[in-house]
Every structure is written in C-alpha cells, then in structure tokens.
C-alpha cells in the first residue's frame, strides 16, 4: 500500500471511485477543479486506487475537503491511514491546523474524525443540499500533528 499525488491525469480513476462509493459524490468539474488547483492524495493497494482525499492550504490552515473510500475497502483502516499520512504530507508545505465540515448524519465519516483527535466547533445550518430540504454541517477541527490514540 502506498500514498501518491493525485493529478489531472488521475481524473477519471477519482471520478469512478467516488461515483461508485460515495453517495454524495462530487460532480466531475469539481474533481477535475480540485486535481487542478488542490492537493488531491489517493492510497493505491494492489496496483489500485481505492482510497482519495482532497486538502486545500491557506497559510497555515488545511482544510480536508473531500475523502473517499472504495465500498469494498471499508472498515479496513484505510481512510484512516490516509488521513493521517496526508496531514503529516501538508505539514510540510505549513500545515499547522485542519478544519473540515461533514453532514451532520455522516456517523461513519463523524467517528473516523473523532478517532484522528478532530474536536467539535459547531454546526453550519442548512448547509448542504439534500432531497427535499437542506443538511446541517458540522463543524470540526485539530490541531497538527493529530493526536491519534
Ligand atoms: C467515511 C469513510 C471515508 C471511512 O473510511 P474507512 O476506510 O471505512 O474508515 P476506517 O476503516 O479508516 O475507519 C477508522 C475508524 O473510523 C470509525 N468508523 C469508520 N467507519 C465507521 C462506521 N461505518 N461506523 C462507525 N465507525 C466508523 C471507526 O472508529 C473506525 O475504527 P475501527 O474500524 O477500528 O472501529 C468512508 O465510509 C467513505 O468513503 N464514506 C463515503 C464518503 C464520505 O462520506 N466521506 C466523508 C466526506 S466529509
């Protein structure tokens, strides 16, 4: 298993990936965006993508902006490991604090958080679109490195 820079040419791989297991999947223009103009980092096990997550720096705050696992590779520690070696990857470039926003019924994304040390700071109403109304974000934050237990 190995972490690798994502970029442009990696589009459609990213693309399948979170089309197939993630039911809020980003649409192509922001994938192809972020590959652009973000760090977009994948886990590849097996020759094969199946983990992404997508981080944007200003000054010193990272914002994770996007982490995907493939349905079939969950529960695996996978969105784990990616997230604590691409926190530890954007350390390097200033990185000194992450911020995200998550659905607020996102429990499996919620738990991965908490379990990297990220701490609750309050909710964005109506954040999100959502069948027939809108979604809550909630909004998290930790201090780098993580403390992971
Ligand atoms: C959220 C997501 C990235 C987790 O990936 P994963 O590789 O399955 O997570 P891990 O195996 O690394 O889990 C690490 C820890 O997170 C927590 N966790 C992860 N999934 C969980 C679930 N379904 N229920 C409860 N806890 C969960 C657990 O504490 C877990 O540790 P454990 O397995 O030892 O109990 C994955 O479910 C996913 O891709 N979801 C769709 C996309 C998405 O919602 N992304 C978040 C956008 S903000």
Redesign the pocket.
Same mark, same amino acid.
């Given at each position: 298993m190995k972490m690798v820079p994502l970029e442009i040419r990696d589009l459609a791989e990213c693309i399948q990936l979170s089309q197939r *297991?993630?039911?809020?999947s980003w649409p192509d223009d922001i994938w192809r965006r972020s590959l652009r103009d973000d760090h977009c980092l994948g886990l590849v096990v097996g020759g094969e993508l199946l =983990?992404v997550a997508a981080f944007s720096l200003v000054l010193d705050e990272l914002s994770l902006l !996007? /982490? +995907? +696992?493939d349905r079939s =590779? $969950? $529960? &695996?520690?996978?969105? $784990? &490991?990616l997230l604590i070696e691409g926190v530890e990857w954007m350390q390097q470039f200033g990185a000194l604090r992450c911020v995200?926003e /998550? $659905?607020v019924s !996102? *429990? *499996?994304?919620i738990?991965?958080y908490r *379990?990297l040390g990220f701490a609750e700071d309050g909710i964005r109403k109506n954040y999100y679109p959502l069948e027939g109304g809108r979604e809550n974000a909630l909004l998290m934050s930790a201090d780098l490195p993580l403390a992971v237990d």
């Amino acid at each position: 298993m190995k972490m690798v820079p994502l970029e442009i040419r990696d589009l459609a791989e990213c693309i399948q990936l979170s089309q197939r *297991s993630d039911p809020f999947s980003w649409p192509d223009d922001i994938w192809r965006r972020s590959l652009r103009d973000d760090h977009c980092l994948g886990l590849v096990v097996g020759g094969e993508l199946l =983990a992404v997550a997508a981080f944007s720096l200003v000054l010193d705050e990272l914002s994770l902006l !996007n /982490v +995907v +696992v493939d349905r079939s =590779a $969950r $529960r &695996q520690g996978l969105g $784990r &490991q990616l997230l604590i070696e691409g926190v530890e990857w954007m350390q390097q470039f200033g990185a000194l604090r992450c911020v995200l926003e /998550v $659905r607020v019924s !996102n *429990s *499996s994304a919620i738990a991965l958080y908490r *379990s990297l040390g990220f701490a609750e700071d309050g909710i964005r109403k109506n954040y999100y679109p959502l069948e027939g109304g809108r979604e809550n974000a909630l909004l998290m934050s930790a201090d780098l490195p993580l403390a992971v237990d």
